[in-house]
């Protein structure tokens, strides 16, 4: 792999990590995540990190309930040593995709990277959107830049209308702005699309990016960007305005 692959890799599976909390029995996905944890970091040539977490591995399966926790917090430590070592590796332009659970700041500034680079348009795509698109993150792009929201009908927040609203009113055609709403369960992605032309996901809805989990925003690639753009073109057009 190479080594934006392997900090890819390392962030998402970092991010779907399970909570070895919430059941007294080890579960068969918490088995399959320390397996395929340790896999990736031996893909990866990280040996000490993957010995790590094989060792914790064994000891979480040997354990009871009471030590378990433990065992997986050393695990996870060793993941997160990994993925730091993978983001210094890494190409400039792919470092900082992951924040860690709790760093609301690295979420803004993640968030806020991405926007800075509209010169034109930034749609952002929550179906669960709150005023939190506005107040923390959409006032991070450039003044000029047209900001589009597209929020589902049927899982939108009360509080991003009012807050679309005074946005209106303070900044007028100094901030353009724009939001819509899809027919209900339609979208089923978090997504900024930048000018048009570049897709990045997310895999929180930015109300709770990175509140109480591990999140990650990655730029997306290949022939999956333009019809994941047409996509949402096409989501945009038959929404409903605020």
Same mark, same amino acid.
């Given at each position: 792999?190479?080594?934006? +692959? ?24 918490? %088995? ?11 893909? !990866? ?14 000891? #979480? #399966?040997?354990?009871?309930?009471? /030590?378990? %926790? ?7 430590? $060793? ?29 803004? /500034? ?7 680079? !509209? ?15 506005? %107040?923390?993150? !959409?006032?991070? @792009?450039? =003044?000029?830049?047209?900001? +589009?929201?597209? @929020? ?30 899809? $027919?209900?369960? /339609? ?6 699309? #930048? ?5 990045? %996901? ?7 990016? @990175? ?14 960007? =333009?019809?994941? #753009? ?9 929404? /409903?305005?605020?």
């Amino acid at each position: 792999m190479s080594p934006d +692959e392997i900090y890819i890799n390392i962030g998402h599976l970092l991010a779907a990590a399970p909570n070895f909390d919430e059941s007294d029995r080890l579960r068969t996905e918490e %088995t399959v995540w320390m397996a395929k944890a340790y896999a990736l970091l031996t893909e !990866a040539g990280m040996a000490q990190e993957a010995v790590a977490v094989q060792l914790n591995m064994e000891l #979480i #399966i040997s354990s009871g309930p009471y /030590t378990r %926790t433990e065992y997986a917090n050393k695990l996870i430590g $060793a993941m997160h040593r990994a993925l730091a070592i993978a983001e210094l590796r890494a190409p400039a332009s792919a470092r900082g995709a992951f924040i860690s659970a709790g760093n609301a700041f690295d979420a803004m /500034t993640a968030v806020g990277r991405v926007l800075g680079e !509209a010169k034109v348009s930034a749609r952002i795509v929550d179906p669960y959107m709150d005023e939190k698109a506005l %107040t923390d993150f !959409a006032v991070l @792009a450039i =003044p000029a830049v047209k900001i +589009e929201l597209l @929020a589902d009908s049927g899982a939108v927040k009360p509080s991003l209308k009012p807050a679309f609203t005074r946005w209106q009113m303070q900044y007028t055609s100094e901030r353009p702005i724009e939001a819509r709403l899809s $027919a209900p369960r /339609t979208l089923h992605d978090r997504l900024i699309i #930048i000018d048009g032309s570049k897709v990045y %996901t997310l895999t929180q809805s930015l109300n709770a990016f @990175a509140a109480r989990s591990p999140a990650s925003i990655v730029r997306l690639e290949g022939d999956a960007v =333009p019809l994941k #753009i047409a996509a949402y073109d096409a989501f945009w057009n038959s929404a /409903t305005p605020i």
